[in-house]
C-alpha cells in the first residue's frame, strides 16, 4: 500500500537513515534523488510517481517509477539508457517524461546538465598526467646517507682529481699550453748548452716568443710557473743561450702536439674512465700556433 | 662469542710469542667473562682489564713488526711485505660485468648507443634544463648553477607541460639530452637525465647538496668549455652511464680554461665537483736559478721540482645515486627499465652495480 504523504511524515519528522543533517542545510543521501535535498518534492521514497538519471560507469540511465509498479519493489524502476549525446539525451527525457509534472523534468534535465559537465570533467583529468608520491623508508634513507658519507670520505676525491689531472699532464693533453714538466725540458736544455753558448743575436725570434708567452697568459693569471719563468725570461733577456733554449723547446713541443694524435688514443684506450677530449686537444693547439 | 674469538687470536699469537704465557691468559679469560659477573662494578673493572690487556698485546704487536723491519733492513733483507688494509672497494663482490680495458664487445656496443652521435662529434650537446612543476628556493639556485655548469644548456620553465611533451618539443628544438630537477619540499632531490632523440632516461637520487656561495673560498668559473673527469665507471651499467653524462658536455674542451668537472664514482655514489686547476712546481727553486743562471744551480734544482696541481673548488657540489635507467624516453607506464634499483639488492654491502 502505497501512501506517499505518512511516508514523508515518518521520514521528515520520525526517522530518515538517507537524511543528513549538516549546518548548511538538510540533505539526502539517497542515490535516487535527483537534487540531493532533502524535500517533500524530491524525496525518491515519498513520490510515488518520480524520475531521476544515474550514472553507471559513464553511461546516464532516466530511472522511472510509477506508482503501478510499487508493490513490486524487484521492477519498481524502469531504466532507459540515455545517448551520449547530451540534445539527443534531452529529447529522449522530454519524451519519456511527456506528461510528468514540469518541475521534476526540469530538475531532471538540470541533472543530466549537471552530470554531463562532470563527466567531461572528470576525462579531462583521468588524461592529466599527475605526480605520484612515493615513500621512501626512513631506515634506508639514513643508512644511504650514512653509506654516502664514507663513501665520500674513501674517495678521497681532491687527491683522485689531482692524481688525475697530472696524469693527463704527464700524457701530454695540455701540450703547448703548459711546459711545465720541467725536467725532460730542462734536459733539453743541459744538451743544448755547449751549442747555446757560441751563438748570438736572433732578436726578432726573442720577440715572437716574448709575445707568443703573453698571449698565452692573457686568461691565465694564477699560473705561478708560467709567471716565473716568464719573468727569467726578462731578466736575463741579454742572455743568448737561454733564448736559444726556449726555441728549442718551442719546436720540440710543436712537433710533439703533431705527431700525438695516433699514439695517444692507442695509449687512452685501456684507461677505464672515458677521456675523448683529448685527440681534439692537440688538434686545437695546432690550430693555435 | 667474544671468547671464542679471543681464543683464536691468542692461537694465532703463539707463533711469535712464547706459547705458556698465552695459554695462561686464555685460560684466565675463559674463567671471568665480563658478562658472567653480576655486580656491575665488578664487572666494568673486568672489563677494562681486558681492554687493557688487549690494547697492550696490540700495542706490542706492532712494535715487534716495527723491530723486525727494521732488523731486514739493517741487514740488507727483504722486509715482510707490507699489509693491505681491508677496504669495501677491495673486497668488493666480483661483477661479471666489470670491463676490462681490452672488451671489443663494449667498444663495439660503444659504437652503436645513443649517445655514439655526441661523443663522435657529429652532434653538439644542447641540454634543456627544467623542473619539476613545483619549484622553489634552492631549485632556481641550483640550476642557475648548473647552467654556469654545462655549456650549451638552457633553462625552461616547466609551467604545466606534461614531460612527455617537453621531451617531444625538445626534439623538434634538436636539443640532445634533457634534464629535470625535481624539488621536494623546497630542496632538489632527483634529477632526471633523458637522452634525446631515443638515448636512455636515468633517474638519479640527488643529495647533500651544497651551492656555490656555501662553499668556502670557492671560485668563480670561466665560460671555458670544461674538461670531464669520470673516475670508476668500471661495469656495463657504469660505462653507460658515465657515456649518458659525458653526452651533456661538449667534447672538445678548451683546456687554456682550466675548468674540471669531475664525475667520481665510489660505492655507487656518483660525485659530483667542479673545480678550477692550476699546475705548480712545489718546492720550486726558480727563484734561485732565476737570481743565479749558474747552470749547476739548476741542475740540483731539477731533482727536487715536483709538478703538482692546486684545486680550487667552484659552482655546486652534489652526490647522485642512480635509481633507475629506462630504455627510450620518460614514460612510467610502459616504458622498459635497463635497470632498477630495489631493495633486495642491497643485502650486501659490498656488492656494486655501477
Given amino acids: 500500500m502505497q501512501h506517499d504523504e505518512v511516508i514523508w511524515q515518518v521520514i521528515r519528522h520520525k526517522h530518515c537513515s538517507f537524511m543528513s543533517k549538516i549546518s548548511t542545510g538538510i540533505f539526502c543521501r539517497n542515490p535516487y534523488n535527483v537534487t540531493g535535498i532533502c524535500n517533500r518534492s524530491s524525496c525518491p521514497l515519498a513520490n510515488s510517481r518520480y524520475a531521476t538519471i544515474r550514472d553507471h560507469d559513464g553511461v546516464f540511465y532516466l530511472y522511472m517509477k510509477t506508482i503501478e509498479r510499487a508493490h513490486k519493489p524487484n521492477d519498481l524502476w524502469e531504466r532507459v539508457k540515455l545517448p551520449r549525446n547530451y540534445e539527443k539525451a534531452l529529447e529522449v527525457i522530454g519524451k519519456h517524461l511527456m506528461y510528468w509534472p514540469k518541475l521534476l523534468v526540469h530538475k531532471i534535465k538540470q541533472r543530466l546538465t549537471k552530470m554531463t559537465q562532470m563527466r567531461i570533467r572528470m576525462r579531462k583529468l583521468a588524461l592529466k598526467t599527475r605526480e605520484k608520491i612515493m615513500t621512501t623508508p626512513r631506515k634506508e634513507k639514513k643508512r644511504e646517507a650514512r653509506r654516502e658519507e664514507k663513501a665520500e670520505k674513501a674517495a678521497v676525491l681532491d687527491k683522485t682529481i689531482e692524481k688525475e689531472l697530472l696524469a693527463r699532464l704527464e700524457n701530454g693533453i695540455y701540450d703547448g699550453i703548459y711546459n711545465l714538466p720541467f725536467n725532460k725540458f730542462i734536459e733539453t736544455l743541459d744538451t743544448d748548452e755547449l751549442q747555446a753558448e757560441d751563438e748570438n743575436e736572433e732578436e726578432s725570434e726573442v720577440e715572437y716568443v716574448e709575445g707568443n708567452f703573453e698571449l698565452e697568459e692573457e686568461d691565465d693569471i694564477e699560473d705561478m710557473g708560467m709567471k716565473n719563468y716568464h719573468i727569467s725570461n726578462d731578466e736575463v733577456a741579454d742572455d743568448d743561450d737561454e733564448e736559444e733554449e726556449v726555441n728549442a723547446v718551442k719546436v720540440r713541443r710543436r712537433s710533439k702536439s703533431e705527431k700525438d694524435e695516433p699514439g695517444k688514443k692507442l695509449k687512452k684506450k685501456p684507461r677505464i674512465h672515458v677521456e675523448v677530449e683529448h685527440e681534439n686537444g692537440a688538434e686545437r693547439q695546432k690550430a693555435t700556433f | ?354
Avoid at chain 2, 655549456?151 to 623538434?172: F, M, Q
Avoid at chain 2, 674540471?260 to 678550477?276: A, C, E
Avoid at chain 2, 652526490?319 to 630504455?327: E, I
Fill in chain 2, 1 to 354: 662469542m667474544g671468547g671464542k674469538r679471543k681464543k683464536g687470536e691468542s692461537e694465532g699469537m703463539e707463533g711469535d710469542n712464547d706459547s705458556k704465557n698465552n695459554n695462561k691468559k686464555m685460560k684466565q679469560k675463559s674463567e671471568i667473562l665480563p658478562s658472567s659477573v653480576k655486580n656491575k662494578e665488578k664487572r666494568s673493572a673486568v672489563h677494562a682489564k681486558l681492554k687493557h690487556q688487549k690494547k697492550v698485546e696490540k700495542r706490542k704487536k706492532l712494535k715487534a713488526r716495527d723491530a723486525a723491519e727494521k732488523r731486514a733492513l739493517e741487514l740488507g733483507e727483504e722486509p715482510a711485505p707490507k699489509q693491505i688494509p681491508r677496504t669495501i672497494e677491495n673486497t668488493r663482490e666480483a661483477d661479471e660485468t666489470v670491463c676490462m680495458p681490452d672488451d671489443e664487445e663494449l667498444f663495439a656496443g660503444n659504437d652503436a648507443d645513443e649517445f655514439s652521435s655526441i661523443l663522435k662529434r657529429d652532434r653538439t650537446p644542447k641540454i634543456l634544463i627544467t623542473t619539476c612543476r613545483f619549484n622553489s628556493t634552492r631549485g632556481p639556485s641550483f640550476i642557475s648553477e648548473l647552467l654556469s655548469v654545462i655549456p650549451n644548456a638552457h633553462y625552461n620553465k616547466r609551467g604545466t607541460y606534461d614531460l612527455k611533451k617537453i621531451v617531444e618539443y625538445a626534439n623538434n628544438k634538436e636539443f640532445t639530452s634533457i634534464i629535470v630537477v625535481h624539488t621536494n619540499r623546497r630542496e632538489p632531490d632527483a634529477l632526471l637525465i633523458i637522452g634525446l632523440p631515443d638515448g636512455p632516461t636515468a633517474h638519479f637520487k640527488l643529495s647533500s647538496l651544497v651551492l656555490r656561495k656555501d662553499i668556502k673560498n670557492h671560485g668563480n668559473p670561466t665560460s671555458h668549455m670544461p674538461e670531464l673527469v669520470l673516475n670508476n665507471f668500471t661495469t656495463r651499467l657504469g660505462h653507460r652511464i658515465g657515456r649518458l653524462i659525458q653526452s651533456l658536455f661538449p667534447q672538445d674542451p678548451n683546456f687554456r680554461g682550466r675548468r674540471v668537472v669531475t664525475f667520481h664514482n665510489q660505492r655507487d655514489f656518483i660525485f659530483f665537483r667542479h673545480h678550477r686547476y692550476v699546475f705548480e712546481t712545489k718546492e720550486s727553486k726558480q727563484s734561485d736559478s732565476k737570481g743565479k743562471k749558474a747552470k749547476d744551480a739548476k741542475g740540483e734544482s731539477i731533482a727536487k721540482e715536483k709538478v703538482v696541481a692546486r684545486l680550487q673548488e667552484c659552482g655546486p657540489r652534489f652526490t647522485l645515486k642512480l635509481v633507475s635507467l629506462q630504455h627510450g624516453t620518460f614514460d612510467t607506464k610502459g616504458g622498459e627499465y635497463e635497470w632498477v634499483h630495489k631493495p633486495e639488492m642491497d643485502t650486501s654491502r659490498r656488492r656494486f652495480f655501477l
